[in-house]
């Protein structure tokens, strides 16, 4: 009887084990999954250039500049803090104008600072900079959803996704911040052209 209950509690403390080693390899195949193709980027085309890093560092913190006003006016309307719609409507317009004046905040810095001068290891070019500055506007805005469930991750339980039951929802929520991150990279990136296009157009009318 006694060789029984020390094998059910051996039993126990390993299955116990494997379910916290298992929800720990989940979370950090979470993170791992949302920020591998960002951070891949950063490394093929920016981390060689002081510069560009700064950029991609400013684009982060315009990007919560741009949250921190949303914030504020969610905060302060306070009949509409109660609707979704209120938010997206408001936010996205914030977030696409605080894009815009980075944009311009570097178009002034390319004749009195140089900005498009080359390292000695990397050729800075225009597209170049709106990618890196994207992407620091991405990393930012991406890991917001994964931090949310970063915490239940880690156990004692796991939590299945509904949609999909073949994949925890960290999982998705980790692909979902992949995707942001990216998106957010390339709306820069689209969006840059599209002012310089702009801004051509109006030079030569």
């Known amino acids: 009887e006694s060789l029984r209950i020390a094998t059910t509690e051996v039993?126990?403390?390993?299955?116990?084990?494997?379910?916290?080693?298992?929800?720990?390899?989940?979370e950090w195949g979470a993170i791992f999954l949302a920020s591998s193709a960002p951070l891949s980027i950063f490394w093929f085309f920016g981390r060689k250039s002081p510069k560009l890093v700064i950029m991609m560092v400013t684009g982060a913190f315009m990007w919560l500049m741009g949250a921190l006003v949303s914030s504020i006016i969610w905060v302060a309307v306070v009949p509409l803090k109660q609707d979704p719609w209120f938010m997206v409507v408001v936010s996205v317009p914030i977030q696409?104008?605080?894009?815009?004046?980075?944009?311009?905040?570097?178009?002034?810095?390319?004749?009195?600072?140089?900005?498009?001068?080359?390292?000695d290891n990397m050729d800075i070019t225009r597209d170049r900079v709106a990618l890196i500055s994207g992407l620091g506007q991405g990393l930012i805005a991406g890991p917001l959803p994964l931090s949310v469930v970063l915490p239940e991750l880690a156990g004692p339980s796991s939590i299945p996704s509904l949609p999909c039951p073949a994949l925890s929802f960290g999982m998705v929520q980790a692909i979902i911040a992949a995707v942001?991150?990216?998106?957010?990279?390339?709306?820069?990136i689209i969006a840059a052209d599209a002012w310089e296009k702009v801004g051509a157009a109006c030079c030569a009318g």
């Open 11 to 26: 039993t126990t403390r390993v299955l116990r084990a494997a379910h916290v080693v298992m929800t720990l390899l989940v």
């Open 96 to 119: 696409e104008l605080f894009r815009w004046l980075y944009w311009k905040m570097l178009k002034k810095a390319e004749s009195g600072l140089n900005t498009l001068a080359s390292d």
């Open 180 to 188: 942001l991150m990216l998106l957010q990279t390339f709306w820069n």
